[in-house]
């Protein structure tokens, strides 16, 4: 077990495209592949980038998991912080370090 899951108090689904074949045509669709896995979702930095009068905001976190956790770039997550409020991120890029992974996410909402 990774000795930072301790303090890791937060909880992922992820869902990733699968390809799957339907009456001889091949058609993509968004499938779970884990569930209730144990992260940490951690402050990153805030962008206002508002265009055509609407204000848009773009956040970039961090997220911490387990070396075992099969997270990849383009994924979608659905984070369920410790409070009970869930955030949907989409994964980035990771990078490996001895016992865990960072993988940079982002959310975008509309204010």
Not at 72 to 100: A, C, W
Request: charge should be negative; proline fraction near 3%; include cysteine.
């Amino acid at each position: 077990m990774n000795p930072f899951e301790r303090l890791w108090k937060d909880k992922m689904d992820i869902y990733r495209w699968v390809e799957y074949v339907e009456g001889g045509i091949t058609k993509n669709k968004e499938e779970l592949v884990r569930e209730n896995v144990k992260c940490q979702y951690s402050k990153g930095s805030l962008v206002n980038t508002g265009e055509d009068g609407v204000p848009t905001i773009v956040n970039s976190y961090t997220l911490f998991c387990s070396l075992e956790t099969d997270l990849q770039e383009g994924d979608k997550i659905i984070v369920t912080q410790r409070n009970g409020r869930e955030v949907i991120l989409s994964v980035g890029e990771g990078f490996p370090y001895t016992n865990h992974m960072e993988f940079s996410v982002k959310r975008t909402d509309t204010a």
